[in-house]
């Protein structure tokens, strides 16, 4: 009898499901962009175009387009993961980080220039897949725009339009999380003198604040 009792708990223990040790938890690794030097709005040259809309328009819409996707600018990679210790499953002290070049609006792509012949001719595009990266535009008629993002969040677009005087006028932008929005265009209007002065006495202010709290000169 004691026999047949130990055959079916040596049964039981062999029939029982394997506990299966979970894998060690691996964080995604955090974006780190480097300093931008650039300020926040830049006036950049007007193409120097002028057109005539004509009186009659008429918009014949051609075939898209294919874009190739942007390709992520990593300048460094990962850094190695660290694990302590612990009862049930590593667990890593430090999250990787990728260091990634800032985006800058001078590094968006140049939009196609505007028409306004007759018939508009333009059409457009748009590109996107799993990684959220993107890239979509149009063009012909008196405005076209173009814009991409890749995979590490940086957005670059552009567009160009003819205003009311029928000249032409680009703009361009950059964004990426915690970097805020950057501008170039070349329809800003120039400082009056008021503005100039404004400028350099918030620049000097800046400089001797950081200047007190570093105590090097900026």
Not at 89 to 109: C, G, H, W
Not at 149 to 165: E, I, M, Q, W
């Amino acid at each position: 009898m004691k026999l047949l009792v130990l055959l079916a708990v040596v049964a039981a223990c062999a029939g029982a499901p394997q506990m299966l040790q979970p894998l060690p938890y691996i964080p995604s690794p955090a974006i780190a962009y480097t300093r931008s030097l650039t300020p926040a709005v830049t006036k950049i040259q007007r193409p120097g175009i002028q057109l005539h809309f004509p009186a009659n328009v008429q918009f014949v819409a051609s075939a898209p387009v294919a874009q190739p996707m942007p390709q992520p600018m990593v300048h460094a990679v990962p850094q190695p993961l660290h694990y302590q210790a612990a009862a049930v499953a590593p667990v890593p002290v430090a999250s990787p980080v990728m260091v990634a070049a800032a985006p800058e609006p001078m590094n968006a792509p140049q939009p196609p220039m505007p028409s306004v012949g007759t018939p508009f001719v333009g059409g457009q595009f748009h590109a996107q897949d799993e990684l959220k990266q993107y890239s979509f535009g149009h063009w012909g008629g008196p405005s076209t725009h173009v814009e991409t993002r890749d995979s590490l969040g940086r957005t670059h677009g552009s567009f160009a339009y003819v205003n009311p005087k029928g000249d032409v006028h680009v703009r361009k932008y950059a964004a990426a999380p915690t970097m805020g929005f950057k501008v170039a265009a070349s329809d800003l209007p120039e400082d009056t003198s008021e503005v100039a002065s404004l400028k350099a006495a918030h620049e000097k202010s800046f400089r001797t604040i950081k200047e007190m709290i570093t105590g090097t000169r900026a």
